[in-house]
């Protein structure tokens, strides 16, 4: 079973920095993209960024220019560098992994990590 687990989320003010880290129990070779979403309370958990491959990469609109999603296959890791971050940016971030494998679509999730944005 694949396991992905989050770590680097926290309280920090706006226009600060947080590195999300989300490392999985697989080699990350091994599906065919990951991604980072987060759910702000009340509302529907919605697509940050994903990454395909080495060096494909999707940020959605509210974070493109300071959020960065990048991987790091030695340490079978996906990484979201958030920069110059917004009260709007708080939320329960999630890591997911997607993996076609036997014409079947798997996806894994991590547990979520907390990040909150407030001076």
């Known amino acids: 079973q694949v396991q992905l687990v989050e770590s680097g989320g926290g309280l920090v003010q706006p226009g600060g920095s947080l590195r999300l880290s989300c490392a999985s129990s697989e080699s990350i070779f091994s599906f065919n993209d990951m991604g980072w979403y987060r759910q702000a309370p009340g509302k529907q958990r919605e697509l940050v960024a994903s990454?395909?491959?080495?060096?494909?990469?999707v940020h959605s609109d509210s974070v493109k220019g300071r959020f960065t999603i990048s991987r790091d296959d030695a340490k079978n890791t996906v990484i979201l560098q958030m920069n110059a971050l917004k009260p709007e940016d708080t939320a329960v971030y999630y890591c997911k992994a997607n993996l076609f494998k036997g014409l079947k679509w798997y996806s894994y999730w991590g547990q979520g990590t907390q990040v909150t944005v407030s001076s």
């Open positions: 990454v395909t491959g080495s060096t494909s990469s």
